[in-house]
């Protein structure tokens, strides 16, 4: 069955170009050029994945608000933002309501579908194992499940997304070890430039520190990458 694509672009010439684009790659594709249509539409029933342009119409920040919407109805639905504005504010803002990835429209359609399809594959995989018995993984005051996908830190639960559970599972697996940017892409099955790994390292921090102030688990190895803090085990 071929897989599902929610785009919602308001600019009819570019949203046709990349409908176009995923079709010819074997994708079903729904598109949408207002995010009062795209809600309408999503509310029903959900894809397999969403790319969501920021801007939508005369709603500067729409997608974003829809980002927000669409969390509540799924927190694993992958969710890419694609707008012309290159600017870091906009990613850690979209970053932090939830989404898995955020490109540029200036960005190759070969690109853009490599990051699709290494989300998709991550969505499979994880569907895979909620088939099996559950896997606890526990590090002192941390707790993970992977197969329920929850993070606890003192058996106060975490609210991460998808690409942020598999980034912390990547680190506390064997703590001390210091894990690339690019072995935190692989681990969270994604395509991201460097600053974007970084904004998720940061917002898991921040979830961290909002329940424990003093919390040091991730440390940075400059110019290497991060690693769980072994004295949190």
């Not at 920021?54 to 639905?77: A, I, K, N, Y």
């Not at 680190?171 to 894990?179: I, K, S």
Request: aromatic share 6%; glycine share 6%; charged share 30%.
């Amino acid at each position: 069955m071929k897989k599902h694509l929610v785009l919602i672009e308001d600019e009819p010439a570019i949203r046709d170009n990349y409908r176009a684009a995923f079709e010819r790659r074997g994708y079903r594709v729904t598109a949408h050029g207002d995010r009062a249509a795209a809600w309408q539409s999503l509310r029903q029933g959900l894809p397999d994945l969403a790319i969501i342009d920021v801007g939508l119409g005369d709603e500067p920040e729409g997608g974003f608000t829809l980002c927000q919407d669409l969390r509540h109805l799924s927190p694993t639905l992958p969710i890419i933002f694609l707008t012309a504005r290159d600017s870091d504010i906009d990613s850690v803002h979209g970053l932090r309501l939830g989404a898995d990835d955020y490109v540029t429209k200036d960005m190759s359609l070969d690109h853009l579908l490599a990051r699709v399809t290494a989300l998709l594959r991550r969505a499979d995989a994880w569907a895979e194992a909620l088939q099996k018995p559950d896997e606890v993984l526990q590090r002192g005051r941390l707790s993970l499940n992977v197969d329920r996908m929850t993070v606890a830190w003192d058996d106060n639960p975490i609210d991460l997304t998808v690409t942020e559970f598999w980034m912390l599972h990547s680190l506390v697996q064997h703590p001390g070890h210091v894990r690339s940017r690019e072995q935190l892409m692989d681990a969270a099955s994604t395509v991201l430039d460097d600053n974007t790994v970084t904004s998720h390292i940061k917002r898991i921090r921040r979830k961290f520190q909002q329940l424990d102030d003093s919390f040091d688990g991730i440390q940075t190895a400059y110019g290497m990458g991060y690693r769980w803090n072994a004295r949190e085990v």
